[in-house]
């Protein structure tokens, strides 16, 4: 079993700076990718970030470019997601997402954390 525990939620001004971590922890073989999604209410959920381990390639959302930064580390197994010049748009719940292969499985699959919530508001 494999689970993905987000951290690092809460409330900003706009303007303002919050950072995301997010850590697998379980029966893990190896890890191909990591990476955030987000879901505000009423839309669908979109990619905020991703990165791969193996080259450390990343992928932004046209709308976080330039102001999200996603890094991860591949040895803990954890990724981090920092933002800065947040605005009110950026308000949802932000997902963590990792491409991971368990022990039990001879392929990767697509695990899920809980969600944590952003909120950008004066």
């Known amino acids: 079993q494999v689970q993905l525990v987000e951290s690092g939620g809460g409330l900003v001004q706009p303007g303002g700076s919050l950072r995301l971590s997010c850590a697998a922890s379980?029966?893990?073989?190896?890890?191909?990718?990591m990476g955030w999604y987000r879901q505000a209410p009423g839309k669908q959920r979109e990619l905020v970030a991703t990165?791969?381990?193996?080259?450390?390639?990343?992928n932004y959302g046209d709308s976080v470019k330039g102001r999200f930064t996603i890094s991860g580390h591949n040895a803990k197994n954890t990724v981090a997601l920092q933002m800065d010049r947040l605005n009110p748009e950026d308000t949802a719940v932000y997902y963590c997402?990792?491409?991971?292969?368990?022990?039990?499985?001879?392929?990767?699959?697509?695990?899920w954390g809980q969600g944590t919530q952003v909120a950008i508001s004066s």
């Open positions: 990165i791969t381990f193996s080259s450390g390639t990343t």
């Open positions: 997402k990792g491409v991971i292969t368990p022990r039990t499985a001879w392929s990767a699959q697509s695990y």
């Open positions: 379980g029966n893990i073989y190896s890890i191909t990718s």
